[in-house]
Every structure is written in C-alpha cells, then in structure tokens.
C-alpha cells in the first residue's frame, strides 16, 4: 500500500495491526526461544555455555547500541521501508543462523544481522502505530502489540523445547524465515505518512551512543572470565585492575560525552539523536526505568531457570520449556487480563505489585534450589515471577507513549526499545558473570577441601580453572574425567563438588537479579497513580482491531484530546 492511503477499513486496520503484531511477537520470540535449549545448542555447534550466554547477550547489546539510531534511520527513510528493509535483514539472519554450523557464523547470523534488523523494525512499528491510527485508538493498538510480545515470550520456551525435542533447534531460525516472509507479504497494507521535515541523522551522536552502551555491557559480559577487579591469570589488566572496569568506566564516560553532545546540538538548533528534554520527562524517565528493571530481571531469570532444569537435573529441551510454562501463563493472563477487567486502576500500585511478585518469586526459589530438589520446586516462584512481569508488561507501555506528544512516538520508541534491551543484555550478563565466578570459587573450595583428591591433582585444578569453570551437566563432566584418566575417588569428588558448585553459582545470581528488583521499588514513584489517558478518549480493551486513520493528519498540541 502507498504512502498517503489509509488500511481500507475495518478489515484494512485488522491486517496492519496484525503484520506489526506479528513483527513485535518475531522480536520478542528470539529473546526467550532458545534459553531452554542451551545445552543442546551449545554441544550442537562445539561451544560452551559461556559462549552462548555471549551470543544471548550480544543480541540484546546489539539492539540496544543501534536502537536510536535505527529509529532515526526510519524518520529519514520512511517508517515503512525501514520496517521492510529490517525484516529482509533479520530473515538473512534467521537463514544464517538456522546453518550455522559454529559459534562464530551463529554470533554473525543470530547476534549481528538479526540485532541489526531488530534495530530498524521495533522503533518503526511504535511511528507506524502512530501513523495508521487515530489518536483515540492508538491505546488499543499499542496494547495489542505490547500483548503479541508477551505472547511471544510465554510461548518461546515451549515453542523451543518442541522444537529441540522432537526436530532441531533449527526449526525455530528456519520458521522465523517463513514468518518474515508473510511480514513482508502483509506489510504492503501499511500507509506510512511523510514526516513534517526531513531529520539529519547525527553520526556523532550514533557513534558516541553504541560506543558507550557497547562498551559498558561487554564490560559486564567479560567479567566472569577475566575477573570484576582483580584480574583473572592471563585476563587482561591495567595498573592492576580487571580490563572489565575500565571498559565499564569507558563506557559510562562515553555515554555522558554523548548527553553533552546531544545537549550542546540542542542548544545550537541542531537537530539531535535524542531530545535532552525526554529525558527531563518524570513520567517518561520513570517508565524507561521500569522497563530497563523488568527486562533485567526478566533476561535474567530466562537464563537461569532452564540452565537449572536442563543442565543440574538433566531435563530435555521440551521438559524445560513445559516447567517454565506457568512464567508463561501467568505473564501472559496479567498483561492482557489487567487492562481488561482493571482500566482504571493506578499504574504506579499495579507496577509494584509486579516488582513484589518477581520479588518473591525470586526470594522463593532462591529458598527451594537444593541438590535434592527435583523440577517441581520452580512451580511456585515461576507463577509469581510471571505475574510481576505480565503485571509490569501491563502498564509501561502506555505509561512511556502517553508522556510525550504524539509526533515523539517514534523517538520513545528507539529510547524505550534501546532500555529494554540495555536491560536485557546485562541481565543475562550479569547473571551470567555471577553465575561463572561463584561456581568457579565454590568448585575449587571443595575440591581443595576434600581429603580424597591428590595435591597435584589439587594444584592443576586451581591452575587451569582459575579463568572459569563450565557449568557442566554430571555426564559431560563424568566425560571429561573419563577422558582424563581420572580416578574413581577424584571422580566422586568432582561430582560432588560440582553439584553443590551449581547451586551456588544459582544462588547467587538470582540473589543479584532479587537486589535489582528491590532497587526498583525506589524509582516507582515517578509511575503516574492514574492511567494516562486523553480526556474523553474511550477506555482501552482488546475488544477489536482500533479504527484506522488517514495518515496525513497532524498531530495538534492545542487539541484537548492530544496526550500530553
């Protein structure tokens, strides 16, 4: 469909909202699909956990160094061709990745290509929401898409574990290709209004911006390998200390030149990369900080739980994703349920009441995790945990969309999707880092400890895992010793040692993940106590595809009904 037109109707805005759903449910899909089969995945193409932990988390840190940037890429270009020309992107990737038979060609396939075209598509669906409705039926459609994700992550897991089980975790790339295809089929549908001016897309301001967000999250990454502070043998280092903190403090300080820079283009009538004013937004700030908290503790949690379930008690992929299943349900019921029975209820209260169920959720299975428990024990806290993130997932959305005027959608939406994502990848890294580094001080402890082992098999243990020790299943460790001759004593050992080494390293980063969520208690004070809505506009609901709008027609400040 060409610019200028509108859906056609009725039916005409059924088709938009579904291809932008659809795109919507593509993203959120590859952020928890694969946690289940991590395992499999990593034996699969000859790498480790570790290594795939990293291709997890350059994923998220792609999108999030690109996201403003692609955002402006799409008010230069068109909304629609830059939401086209990312789904032809992320389908290269999704076919790369479905081939790939190593962890470098999955990192350029799943983590560059996909990260990239994940770039230009989410800031665009946000703009083309704006731009195929009317300002009153923008909230339906916008909770119609923010529900298309969470469907997206309640079904990843089972979707993933399906495929593992019974065909390949090769299945799940492949199909995203075929999805990407009627995207693209249905996506001719779209109007795509011109924008009032012609944008300039500040280069300085890009390269400042994924430099210091780069920097600082591979920073976090690294830091089980080569140690927080003190560096790890062989890690790299500067006047004795860790490279991770400098590339932290590289980052940070990158990121600061980048709001300075964007400041003084504002001060001289330049158009910036991001409006410093946004970020002088309460109601803005205060979503953008929820959502950079939800995905942190989210990510984190998805990467935890199915290593516990598949790696410490050797569940398959299709069992994993069937135990994560109630985090899916209850996510899945809050976010659509609570705009439906509860439209007028205050988003600040439902959001901490979000944060509090992941909370003790966290605290719950933080309690449960024992070398004795079986796979029922991640019942109870997934349900909490699931019903804080559908809670959250229920309210932010229109929180961060609300607080500007509308011809700001698309600039939130590369804000809010680079938060999200920042969010995302250093949670998996730093529940990751955690994770390595307490298994690894916790492994050699025992081993230390234990009478049974030899002192020169004690001396090589410290030696050559000092770097980091694997998080390892029974059986591929059982391999190894095999493989090493070991005897039966320092097998026994090992196992032992092992075992209790997982737990701890679990323990400790669902620890960190539950400090982050209480942190976040403290910023739910600039969540709005009443929903925001234009006045007079109707209550949101899923009670049907919103009506479509021509899309010429400006946005006006002075309309009573324009948000504010």
Same mark, same amino acid.
């Given at each position: 469909? $060409?610019?200028?037109?509108?859906?056609?109707?009725?039916?005409?805005?059924?088709?938009?909202?579904?291809?932008?759903?659809? #795109?919507?449910?593509?993203?959120?899909? @590859?952020?928890?699909?694969?946690?289940?089969?991590?395992?499999?995945?990593?034996?699969?193409?000859?790498?480790?956990?570790? #290594?795939?932990?990293?291709?997890?988390?350059?994923? +998220?840190?792609?999108?999030?160094?690109?996201?403003?940037?692609?955002?402006?890429?799409?008010?230069?270009?068109?909304?629609?061709?830059?939401?086209?020309?990312?789904?032809?992107?992320?389908?290269?990737? $999704?076919?790369?990745?479905?081939?790939?038979?190593?962890?470098?060609?999955?990192?350029?396939?799943?983590?560059?290509?996909?990260?990239?075209?994940?770039?230009?598509?989410?800031?665009?669906?946000?703009?083309?929401?704006?731009?195929?409705?009317?300002?009153?039926?923008?909230?339906?459609?916008?909770?119609?898409? +923010?529900?298309?994700?969470?469907?997206?992550?309640?079904?990843?897991?089972?979707?993933?574990?399906?495929?593992?089980?019974?065909?390949?975790?090769?299945?799940?790339?492949?199909?995203?290709?075929?999805?990407?295809?009627?995207?693209?089929?249905? =996506?001719?549908?779209?109007?795509?209004?011109?924008?009032?001016?012609?944008?300039?897309?500040?280069?300085?301001?890009?390269?400042?911006?994924?430099? #210091?967000?780069?920097?600082?999250?591979?920073?976090?990454?690294?830091?089980?390998?080569?140690?927080?502070?003190?560096?790890?043998?062989?890690?790299?280092?500067?006047?004795?200390?860790?490279?991770?903190?400098?590339?932290?403090?590289?980052?940070?300080? !990158?990121?600061?030149?980048?709001?300075?820079?964007?400041?003084?283009? +504002?001060?001289?009538?330049?158009?910036?990369?991001?409006?410093?004013?946004?970020?002088?937004?309460?109601?803005?700030?205060?979503?953008?900080?929820?959502?950079?908290?939800?995905?942190?503790?989210?990510?984190?949690?998805?990467?935890?739980?199915?290593?516990?379930?598949?790696?410490?008690?050797?569940?398959?992929?299709?069992m994993t994703g069937v135990r994560i299943l109630p985090l899916s349900l209850t996510l899945l019921a809050a976010a659509l349920a609570i705009p439906r029975f509860l439209p007028d209820v $205050?988003?600040?209260?439902?959001?901490?009441?979000?944060?509090?169920?992941?909370?003790? #959720?966290? !605290?719950?299975?933080?309690?449960?995790?024992?070398?004795?428990?079986?796979?029922?024990?991640?019942?109870?806290?997934?349900?909490?945990?699931?019903?804080?993130?559908?809670?959250?997932? $229920?309210?932010?959305?229109?929180?961060?969309?609300? =607080?500007?005027?509308?011809?700001?959608?698309?600039?939130?939406?590369?804000?809010?999707?680079?938060?999200?994502?920042?969010?995302?990848?250093?949670?998996?890294?730093?529940?990751?880092?955690?994770?390595?580094?307490? !298994?690894?001080?916790?492994?050699?402890?025992?081993? @230390?400890?234990?009478?049974?082992?030899?002192?020169?098999?004690?001396?090589?243990?410290?030696?050559? !895992? =000092? =770097?980091?020790?694997?998080?390892?299943?029974?059986?591929?460790?059982?391999?190894?010793?095999?493989?090493?001759?070991?005897?039966?004593?320092? +097998?026994?050992?090992?196992?032992?040692?092992?075992?209790?080494?997982?737990?701890?390293?679990?323990?400790?980063?669902?620890?960190?993940?539950?400090?982050?969520?209480?942190?976040?208690?403290?910023?739910?004070?600039?969540?709005?106590?009443?929903?925001?809505?234009?006045?007079?506009?109707?209550?949101?609901?899923?009670?049907?595809?919103?009506?479509?709008?021509?899309?010429?027609?400006?946005?006006?400040?002075?309309?009573?009904?324009?948000?504010?």
């Amino acid at each position: 469909m $060409s610019a200028g037109r509108e859906p056609g109707g009725r039916a005409g805005a059924t088709v938009v909202l579904a291809t932008l759903a659809a #795109g919507q449910f593509l993203m959120a899909l @590859d952020s928890s699909v694969m946690n289940v089969s991590i395992a499999t995945v990593a034996e699969d193409i000859g790498t480790t956990v570790s #290594g795939l932990q990293g291709a997890i988390t350059a994923y +998220t840190l792609v999108m999030a160094m690109l996201m403003i940037s692609g955002g402006k890429v799409g008010a230069i270009i068109g909304r629609k061709r830059a939401f086209t020309i990312g789904c032809v992107i992320y389908g290269a990737g $999704s076919a790369t990745t479905s081939l790939a038979p190593n962890l470098p060609v999955l990192l350029l396939g799943w983590s560059l290509l996909e990260g990239i075209g994940a770039a230009l598509i989410l800031p665009a669906i946000v703009a083309l929401v704006a731009g195929n409705f009317t300002v009153e039926r923008r909230p339906a459609a916008y909770g119609l898409v +923010t529900a298309a994700g969470a469907i997206a992550i309640a079904l990843g897991p089972l979707i993933g574990g399906i495929a593992t089980t019974y065909f390949s975790w090769r299945w799940v790339f492949a199909g995203e290709v075929v999805v990407v295809l009627g995207i693209l089929l249905l =996506a001719r549908r779209m109007a795509d209004a011109p924008p009032d001016h012609r944008p300039r897309l500040d280069v300085v301001g890009a390269v400042l911006s994924a430099l #210091g967000i780069g920097l600082f999250v591979f920073g976090v990454l690294r830091s089980g390998t080569w140690g927080w502070f003190l560096p790890k043998p062989d890690a790299p280092a500067w006047l004795g200390i860790s490279a991770t903190v400098w590339l932290m403090l590289a980052g940070l300080l !990158l990121t600061w030149l980048f709001l300075r820079w964007e400041s003084r283009l +504002t001060r001289r009538g330049t158009e910036p990369l991001v409006d410093p004013d946004l970020l002088r937004n309460r109601q803005l700030t205060g979503g953008l900080t929820m959502f950079f908290f939800q995905y942190l503790v989210q990510m984190g949690v998805f990467f935890l739980v199915p290593l516990y379930l598949s790696v410490a008690l050797g569940l398959s992929a299709l069992m994993t994703g069937v135990r994560i299943l109630p985090l899916s349900l209850t996510l899945l019921a809050a976010a659509l349920a609570i705009p439906r029975f509860l439209p007028d209820v $205050s988003p600040r209260r439902v959001v901490r009441l979000g944060i509090l169920s992941m909370l003790a #959720g966290a !605290l719950v299975l933080l309690a449960a995790l024992d070398t004795d428990a079986d796979a029922a024990v991640v019942t109870l806290p997934l349900l909490l945990i699931g019903l804080g993130m559908g809670a959250l997932a $229920s309210q932010l959305g229109s929180v961060t969309v609300s =607080a500007v005027p509308d011809e700001k959608s698309a600039e939130v939406g590369g804000v809010q999707n680079t938060v999200t994502n920042l969010g995302a990848s250093i949670g998996t890294a730093l529940a990751g880092s955690i994770m390595i580094a307490t !298994l690894t001080t916790s492994f050699l402890t025992s081993v @230390d400890q234990n009478p049974a082992v030899p002192d020169e098999v004690k001396a090589r243990a410290s030696t050559e !895992l =000092a =770097a980091g020790v694997p998080f390892l299943s029974d059986a591929q460790l059982t391999t190894v010793l095999a493989d090493a001759n070991a005897s039966p004593e320092v +097998t026994a050992a090992a196992l032992d040692a092992n075992a209790e080494a997982r737990l701890d390293g679990l323990r400790a980063a669902l620890a960190v993940l539950a400090f982050a969520g209480t942190g976040a208690l403290f910023f739910t004070q600039r969540i709005p106590a009443t929903q925001p809505r234009a006045p007079g506009a109707p209550v949101p609901g899923p009670a049907g595809p919103p009506d479509p709008q021509p899309p010429h027609r400006p946005a006006d400040p002075t309309d009573p009904a324009h948000p504010r």
